[in-house]
């Protein structure tokens, strides 16, 4: 095997000598000077959110669904998001020991409120209710505190009003029809 730098392609060369006179070169990136091979800001940003519900194992396929990748563009493992956790200094995900979670996916939010999760998810995109979204294909997280401010008991008394439609409207939202009666 030959190896050789080819700098105006800014990669390695290798040349493999096969028995028999056959010979592969193979071609790999070479590493710019400043060039490091870490975990993007955004993707740590989801983690340290996502630990507030889910475990290790959970967070992975989490990760791995919404397409994202290590550093080094491996997929994502349990093992791989423990590490990150450790090295970024995260805390590891514990259930409450009384069984009253400080943080809540939609389901459990919606469920503790009594709304469909629709209900919920439309509220938080609305701006009446505070949630988190990491990722784009991962879960939604709230803030039990936040769900038992007026505002969420607003939303959920709005929709057992009108069951048919239980997102409802806005009180403050303006009917573009005036009554003509």
Request: glycine fraction near 8%; hydrophobic fraction near 35%.
């Amino acid at each position: 095997m030959v190896a050789d730098i080819d700098d105006k392609a800014s990669e390695i060369v290798l040349l493999i000598h096969w028995i028999g006179g056959a010979h592969t070169e193979l071609r790999l990136p070479k590493r710019r000077r400043g060039q490091r091979n870490s975990t993007s800001g955004d993707i740590i940003t989801a983690i340290r959110q996502l630990v507030l519900i889910a475990s290790d194992d959970l967070i992975a396929g989490i990760l791995n669904r919404n397409g994202l990748v290590t550093g080094h563009g491996n997929r994502w493992t349990r093992e791989r998001v423990t590490a990150h956790r450790s090295h970024h200094k995260i805390p590891v995900f514990r259930p409450a020991p009384d069984g009253t979670e400080p943080w809540l996916n939609l389901n459990k939010a919606a469920r503790l409120l009594g709304v469909a999760p629709k209900t919920l998810r439309h509220a938080v995109e609305a701006g009446e209710i505070e949630g988190i979204h990491p990722l784009p294909g991962g879960p939604w997280i709230f803030s039990r505190s936040e769900l038992g401010k007026p505002r969420a008991q607003q939303i959920a008394h709005r929709a057992r009003q009108n069951p048919k439609y239980p997102a409802g409207s806005h009180p403050d939202q303006q009917n573009l029809f005036p009554s003509t009666v």
